[in-house]
């Protein structure tokens, strides 16, 4: 049989006896070390509210919407991590193998993912120390690298690098995704959108961000998110960075949008975040935006209460799993690995 | 032993030590190298000790592994985005286990440990090894009934037919897809050229008798005659059957041998020229070997046939009438057994004295008819009555009319009808006495008048729906001295009772309650001969008959079932081996069905499949029975653990009616 890997890449498995006794693991949720990261901060140091344009009128409220009554192209950027598989070395650093990848799925008129938008990588995180032979190499037509990571390093654990790629993949599709949409329709990501993201247009993309915690400027926050009714948007916030110096004339946009009725007016729980990247002083513009995006979001997000999220939209539920089963079987490939070492050794 | 490894024994399924899983390599994922019907061996080890077990593929599934779980990832493999890991599982059913070269135990003990190379065994002397056939082979006990998925021949063990172990062959397969009558004659063929061996099970196949019933048209009257089918059928084909009848040491080109066959017919009527010609229209190119059938009153009074004309579920719901024939059936004996020890007395006079007297008793006629005879006199005194009766020079009316033997079934009734009316019945000339004899016999047995009148109904029924025909009159047409001993050909009992003869009987010409009587009087005449016959199983008899579910009903058989119950339970003591077939065993009588020591399942309906009768087949064999084509049958024996399903060639000769090439043989007569 042919080697599945380039020499060089099972070279680097065997010095790191990666066909030995693999540990496996299969999401991401399912290990500590990815399981517990904190929910990112609705942290707004450094930002300060310059405008604020009304979405709604007063007392207004958005209903949900079936599919057909909304009429209109929706689409979902999202991305996933997978951890592969580690083993521990003999100073006690672990190598771990991640594959990440990200993707789109349209919503409507198709419920399908968008494949061209799809990007996937395989990543093994070596430290730093056993990083002797770097490689670049595939697998089934995934891009698979080793990139050195310090185990010492706290300011930049590994999560933290991890987060990167993947908001890279992510971003990347996010790119791809407004070129496959061409102006049409509204699209979503799940999760913030940074100055580096593209700018929001008629069509978004509009970053969604499901779990808010304020850590500063809390009474701003309070005094704009709180005491939404179901259904009802706040106003559209133009936010400047004091901060950011490169990205002149590009404001971050925050609206908020509660789409569970908790019964409690006063709980951020069932409250989201509309997330858009725009010229400074496009408030106006964007509101409508907001609007469309609001409308999508309330009404694609589920009834009821949910164990992991109870904002999850189902479409991105299904994207995530639709984008780890495009990763490869971590038994599978940890095999492949242990067989090929194996073939080398011969 | 050829290392030739397929799998490894799987473990995520549950082995025993009768069935492992093994699951099997593939290079590709997509080629795997076994098939059911394969035959793998594997090592078992006890205590450290190789124990070398054999198994049959019964069942391969393939899936997914883990990987793929989803049909999302199922796609996404197949546009080769991720891998997926394809799995093959083959189901092995253990057939036999050796240590250090020799059979262990009948059964298997131990249990093959999962990981253990599973390797495929091609070879045929292995193969037969795995299955058993070795020793069959060794004991000179085997009888070829097909060819296996490897192509190699497959065997059954004669001693589980023949009687020693087990006897009767059991064969159900829906009509129409070359299950049943096929299979039947393909075995029937096998055996007869088995027999030609000099063991002494190929003795015994060489002195069976071979009694064969037609059910359907003339079809089984061409039995030595080439099929139009494989006359038609492409070149390759036949090649393909020549070579599975040579790979069971067949001859290809074998057909039943037209010396050897009596095709008897049914008479085309009753008249005194219809009843000596056969009512089979396509073989008159037959010649002696064709010829009628039928009882005389000999047959009918010595056998209790008359009970069997009856309809069996009618009888049965009425005492009276039961109690009625069993009278009859007793004075039509007791009324025989007079005539007998007359005739006796006669004889053994006549042998003293070797002259005639005149008593001017009835023994005058005896000792006349006596005088006219030139040829041996038999021992057997039936068959003495008989002589002596043809050489009477006289009809026999005015001998059984003293008696009061009915000769044929208008008498009977006409004896019953004149022993209820008493002086009002218009009484021949010399039947006083017999009426007298039949009156005594309905007052003894306090019968009244409307069952008798009943009774009568039922034979003129009988009569109607063809009992005349086989119940027909002595011949008589003798004047002048008898030289040679007369033939009776009509009569089955001296027709099917030939060393390796085939006796080809046709019902079909016949209403169903007349097929019962047919093949109720073969098998009873059968019975009483072999159990008589002090060589019954060293030439035995092989009945072939179709439709056993009519003759021996679950419910409702009547007198049918308790003669086939005998056949199957008793039958194996004397040698009679009933081989039969039906579309639906479960509507066999249970008893019947389950001492067949072998059982044939050719293509059969899920429905049916379902039933008990069919539980030895393994699932899958059940769920591939309701799916095989012509030609395929799973034969089940108790030698072997697991049922083989065996495919066996179309027969070159014919087993449906066919055009009989006679015209070369004109043409080359009108050339000269």
Not at chain 2, 247 to 276: H, Q, S, T
Request: charged content about 25%; glycine content about 8%; proline content about 5%.
């Amino acid at each position: 049989m042919d080697m599945i890997f380039k020499p060089e890449t099972v070279t680097m498995f065997k010095m790191l006896s990666l066909h030995q006794g693999v540990e496996r693991s299969y999401y991401d949720s399912d290990f500590a070390m990815w399981d517990n990261l904190p929910p990112l901060p609705e942290d707004f140091s450094g930002l300060s509210v310059v405008s604020c344009t009304p979405v709604l009128e007063e007392g207004q409220v958005l209903e949900r919407l079936t599919m057909e009554q909304m009429s209109r192209r929706i689409a979902i950027v999202d991305g996933v991590q997978r951890l592969m598989m580690r083993k521990i070395q003999k100073d006690g650093n672990w190598v771990y193998l991640v594959g990440l990848a990200a993707g789109a799925v349209e919503v409507w008129p198709k419920a399908d993912l968008l494949l061209p938008t799809l990007r996937r990588e395989l990543v093994l995180f070596v430290p730093e120390g056993s990083l002797e032979l770097p490689f670049e190499d595939e697998y089934y037509g995934i891009p698979f690298r080793s990139v050195p990571y310090n185990p010492r390093d706290e300011k930049r654990p590994l999560n933290n690098i991890v987060s990167e790629k993947r908001s890279a993949l992510e971003l990347s599709a996010l790119n791809q995704a407004v070129t496959e949409l061409g102006g049409q329709g509204i699209l979503l990501r799940d999760g913030p959108l940074k100055f580096g993201d593209p700018l929001t247009r008629a069509n978004g993309p509009v970053g969604l961000v499901k779990t808010l915690e304020p850590r500063s400027n809390v009474d701003i926050f309070t005094s704009f998110v709180k005491k939404l009714a179901f259904g009802q948007v706040s106003s559209l916030l133009e936010m400047e960075d004091k901060k950011d110096q490169e990205e002149t004339g590009k404001r971050r946009y925050f609206a908020y949008l509660r789409i569970m009725d908790v019964g409690d007016p006063t709980s951020l729980e069932g409250v989201v975040r509309l997330d858009l990247v725009g010229p400074e002083g496009s408030g106006e513009e964007l509101a409508r935006v907001v609007l469309l995006a609001a409308e999508t979001v309330l009404s694609l997000s589920r009834v009821g209460p949910y164990a992991r999220s109870p904002y999850n939209l189902m479409t991105v539920e299904w994207l995530e799993k639709h984008l780890r089963a495009l990763l490869p079987d971590p038994s599978v490939l940890s095999i492949e690995v242990a067989r090929e070492v194996t073939k080398l050794g011969r | 032993m050829a290392d030739n490894i397929v799998g490894i024994v799987s473990g995520i399924e549950k082995n025993t030590p009768t069935e492992f899983y093994v699951n099997l390599f593939s290079e590709d994922g997509q080629s795997i190298r076994v098939r059911i019907g394969d035959v793998v061996r594997v090592s078992v080890f006890y205590d450290d000790q190789e124990v070398i077990y054999y198994g049959t593929v019964y069942d391969i599934i393939s899936r997914w592994d883990n990987d793929v779980d989803s049909g999302f990832k199922e796609k996404a493999v197949f546009e080769q985005l991720v891998p997926g890991t394809r799995f093959y599982l083959a189901a092995v059913a253990v057939t036999r286990a050796f240590y250090k070269g020799r059979e262990v135990f009948d059964e298997p003990l131990s249990v093959p440990a999962p990981g253990t190379p599973a390797f495929l065994v091609t070879e045929r002397e292995e193969v037969e090894r795995a299955l058993r056939f070795d020793e069959l082979k060794r004991r000179n006990s085997h009888l070829p009934v097909g060819v296996m998925i490897n192509g190699q021949p497959a065997y059954i063990d004669l001693a589980f037919v023949l009687g020693e172990n087990g006897a009767h062959i059991n064969i159900s397969g829906q009509s129409g897809v070359a299950a049943k009558t096929s299979y039947a004659t393909f075995l029937m063929a096998a055996m007869l050229q088995r027999g030609q061996g000099d063991d002494r099970y190929a003795t015994a196949l060489r002195e069976g008798r071979y009694i064969v019933f037609n059910m359907k048209g003339e079809s089984l009257f061409f039995l030595d005659c080439e099929s139009e089918d494989w006359q038609k059928a492409e070149e390759g084909d036949r090649q393909m059957w020549s070579s599975m009848y040579e790979a069971m040491g067949l001859n290809p080109k074998w057909k039943f041998p037209l010396e050897r066959i009596l095709y008897c017919g049914v008479p085309k009527g009753v008249g005194l020229k219809m009843i000596d010609e056969p009512d089979i229209k396509s073989r008159s190119d037959a010649g002696d070997n064709l010829r009628v059938y039928g009882w005389d009153f000999i047959d009918v009074i010595r056998y209790h046939l008359l009970e069997l004309a009856l309809d069996q579920e009618e009888m049965s719901m009425s005492q009276n009438m039961q109690l009625l024939l069993f009278s009859v059936q007793e004075k039509m004996e007791e009324l025989l057994e007079r005539l007998l020890s007359d005739v006796d007395a006669a004889v053994t006079v006549f042998l003293r004295k070797g002259h005639v007297g005149n008593s001017g008793g009835k023994s005058d006629i005896f000792l006349r008819a006596l005088q006219n005879i030139r040829c041996d006199i038999p021992e057997n005194s039936y068959e003495r009555l008989r002589l002596v009766l043809y050489a009477c020079n006289e009809g026999p009316e005015q001998i059984l009319g003293s008696y009061g033997i009915p000769q044929t079934v208008d008498e009977l009734t006409n004896y019953l009808r004149g022993a209820v009316l008493g002086n009002k019945a218009e009484a021949s000339e010399g039947q006083e006495d017999a009426l007298k004899e039949w009156s005594k016999a309905i007052a003894e047995n306090e019968v009244g008048t409307a069952t008798v009148f009943a009774f009568i109904r039922r034979l003129k029924l009988a009569k109607k729906e063809g009992l005349s025909k086989l119940w027909r009159p002595f011949p008589y047409t003798l004047q002048g001295e008898v030289t040679e001993a007369p033939k009776f050909n009509y009569s089955v009992g001296r027709a099917w009772d030939r060393s390796g003869g085939i006796t080809v009987i046709d019902l079909s010409k016949l209403h169903s309650s007349m097929q019962a009587f047919v093949v109720g009087a073969v098998l009873r005449q059968v019975l009483e001969a072999k159990m008589a016959n002090p060589k019954a199983t060293e030439q035995p008899v092989f009945i072939f008959l179709d439709e056993l579910n009519k003759y021996a009903p679950r419910v409702e058989g009547g007198a049918m079932v308790k003669l086939f119950r005998d056949v199957a339970e008793r039958g194996r003591s004397f040698g009679v081996i009933l081989v039969g077939a039906e579309q639906t065993a479960s509507q066999v009588d249970f008893r019947v069905v389950t001492q067949s020591s072998t059982t044939v399942v050719g293509h059969q309906k899920a429905a049916e499949l379902s039933h008990d009768e069919y539980k030895h087949l393994l699932p899958r064999q059940r769920e591939m029975a309701s799916s095989v084509g012509p030609g395929v049958v799973f034969v089940d024996q108790p030698f072997l653990r697991v049922p083989i399903m065996v495919k066996f060639p179309m027969t070159i000769w014919s087993t449906k009616e066919t055009t009989v090439d006679t015209g070369g043989r004109r043409l080359g007569h009108i050339l000269g």
